[in-house]
């Protein structure tokens, strides 16, 4: 799947879910939703370095896959290619760094 399918993919889910509760997610919302996914991924990176038999790696992966539908959505939300636009910023990565 490309980038662009993903995107739409993930904007018509959140399409259905805001139907199915009755309201459109704000874009107040969908960012409260990505900090706390953000959260999580921190909770677990610090299990990882700090309180080990609490690391778990299956959570983290869910986390950080969570954090990605939110913040799909929210490019989504602002009319953002995100195709386009991470193409752009890996161009600009590999000029910076002369790779």
Known sequence: MNIKTFQKEVE???NKISKKRGE???EEEIFIHLIEEIGEIARQLTNKKLRKEKF???NLEEEI???ILF??????LY???LEKSLKKDIEKL????EI
Do not use: C, G
């Not at 913040?71 to 989504?76: D, G, K, P, R």
């Not at 590999?94 to 760094?97: G, P, Q, Y």
């Open 79 to 81: 009319k953002i290619d």
């Open 56 to 58: 778990d790696p299956k």
């Open 94 to 97: 590999k000029t910076r760094f």
């Open 24 to 26: 459109k997610h704000t």
């Open 12 to 14: 018509d889910l959140f």
């Open 71 to 76: 913040l799909t959505y929210l490019a989504s």
């Open 65 to 67: 896959s969570d954090s």
